[in-house]
């Protein structure tokens, strides 16, 4: 039988909000232990210093036990602040857990944010070298594989210029490059498809399937679904810090998308996982028939309006706003984007608070269950950017009078017909 190279024993792992755990220099520590220590004494009631712990505390990761054999492919999948991150900080050895052991076999190799470790004074060509002996390489090793690394990141003609000067997209070519290249027994790797251009991701994947072809283990961090079921051989489905789920990833996914679907986020005041300024921010999504009825479940085919309230801190008029929503499948990942734009519907100038809705004549969509992203633009400036705002699920309708629907493909043609011709 084989042994696992990935062994996890009742991970935890808690963190005190608000704290911040910075650099500090050994006089820093020093001083600050000192007025610790006079703060203490000079305390005549203890009592009042006593402070609930449990107040301001959160667990990222909450027991949490698994195995991995060599040569697995698992992704590990769930929502923002679910403790996928976590989890692969501590495999990787930069987050002690707070309770719980990890045993790795084999040289570990890791992506986990974009860049990190490089030193934006540096060149392209000096920051290979640097987080390269980071990750384990001896130097002999980068300067075997360093034509290999460049020419894969693509950035020849950037080797020689300073990192700072680089975009977020080149780093992260020039992180991952070095990472891949390093040939681990185990690679870790958190969303490195969520920046770069579509080449790039594919030229990502090709080598991640290398690695997994080699026989190496990956533990591949994603919110790209169709990425993780083509690639992986099983999922972890991660919830409120615990393992929900551990088998096969396409159920995986199955499972992550009937949890959102039971709990769809229509109030979307309160959600802290988006991007943007913030300085105007979606409050609340509605799905309505076009009679204006609100609606739960949808008909393929069905004319559907998605009504987004909204509220911003400007104090006068938005202009040149851009609003868009898109929809995505587990397996296939996005399937069509609408924006304001596109259709040439810029909106030109609309009250600083107020209420926008996007209207689809005919939802095309086969039976099955769909993401709903939503996004805001004001000016030049991305003020909201909500992904998985709600799930919905599509129901089979008869769209085209004859009692079926196409048996394959996922996206449906309001109308076509077949005919014959004559020679």
């Not at 080149?170 to 990472?179: D, G, K, P, W, Y």
């Not at 085919?301 to 929503?325: C, F, P, T």
């Not at 939503?374 to 769209?399: C, H, M, N, R, Y």
């Amino acid at each position: 039988m084989t042994e696992p190279v990935i062994k996890a024993e009742n991970l935890s792992k808690q963190y005190r909000l608000g704290a911040t755990q910075g650099y500090k220099t050994f006089r820093e520590a020093i001083a600050n232990a000192t007025k610790a220590l006079f703060r203490n004494f000079g305390k005549s009631n203890p009592q009042s210093a006593i402070r609930n712990p449990q107040s301001d505390t959160i667990w990222a990761l909450k027991d949490v036990s698994f195995e991995v054999k060599q040569g697995e492919v698992i992704g590990i999948i769930g929502r923002n602040g679910a403790g996928k991150s976590t989890l692969l900080k501590i495999l990787s050895k930069i987050t002690k857990p707070t309770s719980g052991r990890v045993e790795l076999k084999g040289r570990v190799g890791s992506l986990l944010e974009v860049g990190t470790g490089f030193h934006p004074e540096l060149t392209g060509h000096e920051n290979i070298y640097l987080y390269g002996a980071i990750l384990g390489m001896d130097r002999w090793e980068v300067t075997r594989k360093f034509d290999e690394i460049v020419a894969f990141a693509g950035l020849e003609k950037f080797v020689d210029t300073p990192v700072k000067r680089y975009s977020s997209g080149m780093c992260m070519r020039l992180a991952f490059a070095v990472a891949a290249h390093l040939e681990p027994e185990i690679l870790l790797v958190d969303e490195v498809l969520a920046v770069g251009d579509v080449a790039f991701q594919k030229k990502c994947l090709g080598k991640m399937g290398n690695i997994a072809e080699e026989g190496r283990t990956v533990l591949f961090v994603s919110h790209n679904m169709g990425a993780l079921s083509a690639m992986c051989q099983k999922g972890l489905l991660i919830e409120q810090g615990q393992i929900v789920y551990n088998g096969e990833v396409k159920s995986a996914i199955e499972q992550y998308f009937k949890r959102l679907e039971s709990r769809s986020h229509l109030e979307l005041s309160k959600r802290q996982d988006r991007k943007g300024s913030g300085a105007c921010r979606f409050t609340r999504l509605t799905f309505e028939d076009e009679s204006g009825q609100p609606l739960n479940t949808f008909r393929s085919g069905q004319s559907v309006r998605v009504v987004l309230d909204y509220e911003s801190n400007y104090n006068s008029n938005l202009h040149a706003v851009k609003a868009a929503i898109s929809i995505d499948h587990h397996l296939y990942g996005e399937i069509f984007y609408c924006d304001s734009l596109t259709t040439g519907d810029l909106i030109h100038e609309i009250p600083s608070n107020g209420r926008l809705v996007c209207t689809v004549d005919s939802l095309p969509l086969i039976p099955g269950s769909y993401s709903k992203s939503v996004f805001l633009k004001v000016g030049s400036q991305i003020v909201d950017w909500i992904t998985g705002a709600a799930t919905i699920s599509v129901e089979e309708d008869d769209l085209y009078g004859t009692g079926k629907l196409p048996t394959r493909g996922i996206v449906l043609l309001p109308s076509y017909s077949w005919s014959t011709v004559e020679n």
